[in-house]
């Protein structure tokens, strides 16, 4: 593509701007008969795109790397350093996989054993992972496969199940199904007279279990399911020695809805080392008369190594904690830890952030309490009682429940911890 755009004296953003597909899809007539899924890679036009952010990712990309300021000076060196400046764009599939199925239960706590849009907080949700004696079908979690498949037959359990619980207390109230919804954890009424946690309503519902399991294949009759982007780069290469340096990139995409920012900007970031390790340093070499791979080992591909790591400095309002319960005999080992950081100013926590390990299978941030730190004046919060909130959501794996009681002391602890560093700090000035 840059060969063609050189070839006519365009730049190469300006060349990918004027030719890159557009939401209706490629030119041409539709294949895949109409009651079929469309291939997520299809040959065939006549198929618009779910949705197509390509050139917003042109245009924003080449605006955060300077691009048409950068043009001009692209070619300039010095001595046997030289440095150019390269972009790209792409589509990739998306929405592929098998047949997913996902369950969902309103356990009597109040609790759904799965995470959903059915109305309550990301605390009251249990989720089972892997556990192949009660989970149902569902396809590998590879080929940005899990979130379109699994995803969507979770959404759709979750409605099922809200369409169930809704039910189940329509008829107990002898009330309109239409006038009723599940706010916060509770069904409530239009009119407000009616408002029942769903703890309630498990036990309502007596012997009967509520449970719906969901079942989807993954895909669209009607649109093809990709994601776009646009790649920018400028590199510095030594002609001496080899050494190639990336002195900056820029990665805009358009992904669809995120569900995980953290993950994303991860998994965007790790196709970025994964494909500058394959430019760089992971040739693979073949024999052009029998296709027979010439490496001896992938032993000879050289991983990337970090040489700087560069950590922004705290705001000087932040104060943060991080504490472990260990065993005696293995101190290195914790059997629960919380991590907690505060920013404060003029005595008023203005946001927290805390995370629990040891009590859930994964550790994982505490929102709820997040959010009520948030706005509090420090002088005002009891520690002890932050700890029993903490702990309150923990999920312990089984013979692990002793850890709850622990963590919720070392939560109580941390808030001590920075509660007497800002107090001191306010003592001095």
Known sequence: MNHIADELGIDPLEFRLRNHVGIEGQPGERVTPANEIIDTQPVEGGIP???????????????????????????????????????????????????SSARLRLNSDGSVQLIAAIGVSYDSVR????????????????????????GSAAVQAAGELKAKILSLVATHLDDDVSRLDIVDGSVVSEDGNVQLPLADIAALAGEETLQVEASVMPGSRDYI???????????EVDTETGSVRVLRYVAAHDSGRILNPQLATNQVEGGVSQMLGFTLSEEMLTDPQSGVTLNGSFLEHKSEILAEVVIPPASPRSRSVYLKAKERQAMDFALASVALAVDVANGTVSEARLVLGGVAPVPYRVHGVEDALAGMRTDEIDAAQVGRIAAEGAMPLSDNGYKVRLVSGLVARAVRTLLTGEEREGASQ
């Open 49 to 99: 795109f779910s949705s197509n952010g390509l050139r917003e990712c042109l245009e924003k990309g080449a605006e955060a790397f300077g691009w048409q300021t950068d043009t001009a000076e692209r070619s300039q060196s010095a001595e046997h350093l030289k440095t150019g400046s390269g972009m790209c764009m792409f589509i990739y599939r998306g929405g592929p996989g098998s047949r």
């Open 127 to 150: 989720v089972t992972f892997g556990d192949t004696a009660d989970t149902p079908e569902a396809p590998i979690t590879a080929g940005s496969t899990a979130t379109f498949s699994t």
């Open 225 to 235: 399911v990709n994601s776009f982007g646009a790649h920018f780069a400028e590199v």
